[in-house]
């Protein structure tokens, strides 16, 4: 089904990031389960929402803003936007994160698409944001380049696909990540690649 007017949650793109399943799992049927991880998460938005926006020296500091994209259907809430005064002004985005810095790119495919939406909404071009990671109270500096441009769009896309399919896919080949993953007693990854292998075999014996 192909509704061209839903909205994808800028959020949920980090979903599909780490796992279309969970993504699935969550957006088509509406699975949630709270752990640790989450519910920490949520705590850090909370406070960081509560902040105020504030003006130092040449740069204002504004938290909780609304950003929407109508090219890509996205929308959600930035934790931090700092505005350096200018003629153009200079944007750039701060997303928080409870964890530590990733080698993968789920955390700076959100951050790239909070990007894409101020960019359209500000008539500006946005070269460069941050993700602030609590587990090591420190600034990752990411460049919005072409190639984070890129897997942020299929992303979208794959997102947007997915939706539209309402299939949920099979569990990812990546035993560690389901671990770590917030839904995995309702996905039960081990059940359904345990069952994909003996359908497998009877398949085999049958032909
Ligand atoms: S348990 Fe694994 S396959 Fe299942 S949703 Fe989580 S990451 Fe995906």
């Not at 061209?4 to 800028?10: E, G, K, M, W």
């Not at 959100?110 to 944001?129: F, S, Y």
């Amino acid at each position: 089904m192909d509704d061209s007017n839903r909205i994808i949650l800028l959020s949920a793109l980090q979903h599909y990031a780490y796992c279309p399943r969970q993504f699935a799992l969550i957006h088509i049927e509406q699975a949630w389960e709270d752990n640790r991880f989450t519910a920490e998460g949520n705590l850090l938005h909370k406070r960081v929402d509560a902040g105020v926006s504030e003006q130092r020296h040449n740069i204002r500091s504004e938290r909780g803003v609304l950003l929407e994209s109508r090219q890509y259907r996205i929308k959600g809430k930035m934790d931090l936007l700092e505005i350096e005064q200018g003629d153009p002004p200079r944007y750039f985005p701060v997303e928080y994160k409870r964890g530590k810095p990733k080698v993968e790119d789920w955390d700076r495919i959100q951050l790239c698409a909070q990007a894409l939406c101020l960019e359209e909404m500000r008539n500006a071009i946005v070269d460069e944001g941050a993700l602030w990671y609590w587990e090591v109270r420190r600034r990752e500096h990411v460049a919005i380049d072409g190639a984070l441009r890129q897997v942020t769009q299929e992303s979208i896309a794959g997102a947007h696909k997915l939706l539209d399919s309402c299939k949920t896919p099979p569990p990812i080949a990546d035993k560690r990540r389901c671990r770590a993953c917030s839904l995995r007693n309702l996905c039960e990854p081990d059940l359904f690649r345990r069952d994909q292998t003996q359908a497998y075999i009877r398949k085999l014996f049958d032909a």
